[in-house]
């Protein structure tokens, strides 16, 4: 699913049928939800994706670029078979744009989307990629176009997708001078960047990445990457940053240890007022209500959290999503996904 600050939005769905005992027999259908500006409920249109077998599976990813724009990237099997999709009315027509890298940019236009391609060597594959840079995917057509001007941060920057709602944009990687975790941030659309080196726990092997997220009084940013002791985790979290400048200076809160929790994270972590902030771990969700230095277990179970112009986004449960625009406050929505009725 992907969302506008206008209210509204895009979301993939896809139905696959076959026999179990058969399963070439099988394919899938994949259709675009979309809510226009204004509108009470979701429409289904014609997805620009080919149909596929139940053997091939389905690998698409799609990207809100604004107020009826979106862009779908094609995850075929063979790079040379795949293909992106642009929209510009509301998914009401498609058209194929190159998915290569062409030219720069002096800035991330609103409605842009902040992501990555392989530098080094040109347009190679994600697992022989050496050296990759800052790509931006343009609201006008779709096209990819690299960031003129990128912060230092080691060979495999990896930025925050969407601004914060501050405005300000968001990049981890690792400092090139001591290799430690490192975070950048431009207040200006990507024309100039500030890197600041995280005070990160002592640790064996470099961190994986840094997920940011901005609250109304205080920047987090958590450290993810292999745990030293205890039971081994998915997407475990090593420590949790906070900054009361705007990320010029930064304090380690929370040092995840072999048993205390939370020690994953799934998504961003979610800031709210006062030192508040929420983490959804693999099991459970916490809430911490002094910055991060001490956590209590919630009831509501775990949620991935990402952001959209619209604040931050989390499923509750199947095709069920929350919003929230301060961390506390979350509004409920559904998207009827399994009956294909949005």
Same mark, same amino acid.
């Given at each position: 699913?992907?969302?506008?600050?206008?209210?509204?939005?895009?979301?993939?769905?896809?139905?696959?049928?076959?026999d179990?005992?058969?399963?070439?027999?099988?394919?899938?259908?994949?259709?675009?939800?979309?809510?226009?500006?204004?509108?009470?409920?979701?429409?289904?249109?014609?997805s620009?994706?080919?149909?596929?077998?139940?053997?091939d599976?389905?690998?698409?990813?799609?990207?809100?670029?604004?107020?009826?724009?979106?862009?779908? *990237?094609?995850?075929?099997?063979e790079?040379?078979?795949?293909?992106?999709?642009?929209?510009?009315?509301? +998914?009401?027509?498609?058209?194929?744009?190159?998915?290569?890298t062409?030219?720069?940019?002096?800035?991330?236009p609103?409605?842009?989307?902040?992501?990555?391609?392989?530098?080094?060597?040109?347009?190679?594959?994600?697992?022989?990629?050496?050296?990759?840079r800052?790509?931006?995917?343009?609201?006008?057509? +779709?096209?990819?176009?690299?960031?003129?001007?990128?912060?230092?941060?080691?060979?495999?920057?990896?930025?925050?997708?969407?601004?914060?709602?501050?405005?300000?944009?968001?990049?981890?990687? =690792?400092?090139?001078?001591?290799?430690?975790?490192?975070?950048?941030?431009?207040?200006?659309?990507?024309?100039?960047w =500030?890197?600041?080196?995280?005070?990160?726990?002592?640790?064996?092997?470099?961190?994986?990445?840094?997920?940011v997220?901005?609250?109304?009084?205080?920047?987090?940013?958590?450290?993810?990457?292999?745990?030293?002791?205890? *039971?081994?985790?998915?997407?475990?979290?090593r420590?949790?940053?906070?900054?009361?400048?705007?990320?010029?200076?930064?304090?380690?809160?929370?040092?995840?240890?072999?048993?205390?929790?939370?020690?994953?994270?799934?998504?961003?972590?979610?800031?709210?007022?006062?030192?508040?902030?929420?983490?959804?771990?693999?099991?459970? +969700?916490?809430?911490?209500?002094?910055?991060?230095?001490?956590?209590?277990?919630?009831?509501?179970?775990?949620?991935?959290?990402?952001?959209?112009?619209?604040?931050?986004?989390?499923?509750?449960?199947?095709?069920?999503?929350?919003?929230?625009?301060?961390?506390?406050?979350?509004? *409920?929505?559904?998207l009827?996904?399994?009956?294909?009725?949005?």
């Amino acid at each position: 699913m992907g969302l506008a600050r206008d209210g509204s939005g895009f979301a993939l769905l896809a139905e696959c049928v076959g026999d179990p005992a058969t399963p070439e027999t099988g394919f899938c259908r994949q259709h675009v939800a979309v809510r226009d500006a204004g509108a009470k409920e979701w429409v289904l249109r014609k997805s620009p994706l080919p149909r596929t077998t139940g053997t091939d599976g389905i690998s698409a990813h799609l990207l809100a670029l604004g107020p009826g724009r979106a862009l779908i *990237e094609d995850g075929a099997v063979e790079p040379q078979d795949a293909r992106n999709w642009f929209t510009r009315d509301g +998914g009401r027509s498609w058209r194929a744009v190159d998915r290569r890298t062409v030219g720069t940019t002096p800035e991330i236009p609103a409605g842009a989307v902040l992501t990555t391609d392989c530098a080094s060597p040109a347009g190679g594959h994600p697992d022989a990629c050496e050296r990759e840079r800052l790509v931006v995917v343009s609201p006008q057509d +779709g096209r990819r176009r690299a960031l003129a001007r990128v912060p230092l941060l080691g060979a495999r920057p990896l930025p925050a997708g969407q601004p914060e709602p501050d405005g300000s944009w968001w990049v981890s990687g =690792t400092d090139p001078l001591s290799g430690r975790a490192a975070v950048a941030v431009s207040r200006d659309g990507g024309r100039a960047w =500030t890197v600041g080196r995280l005070p990160s726990p002592p640790a064996t092997g470099h961190g994986w990445y840094t997920s940011v997220a901005v609250g109304q009084d205080a920047v987090y940013a958590a450290e993810m990457g292999e745990l030293t002791g205890g *039971e081994p985790v998915k997407n475990p979290m090593r420590a949790l940053h906070r900054s009361l400048d705007g990320g010029r200076t930064w304090q380690r809160m929370w040092t995840t240890g072999p048993t205390a929790e939370p020690r994953t994270l799934l998504g961003l972590p979610v800031p709210g007022p006062g030192g508040r902030v929420e983490i959804g771990g693999e099991q459970a +969700g916490y809430r911490s209500l002094d910055g991060g230095r001490t956590f209590v277990r919630l009831d509501e179970g775990s949620h991935h959290t990402r952001r959209t112009p619209l604040g931050l986004l989390r499923e509750s449960s199947s095709c069920r999503y929350e919003l929230t625009a301060d961390g506390v406050r979350w509004s *409920e929505f559904g998207l009827a996904c399994e009956n294909r009725t949005p």
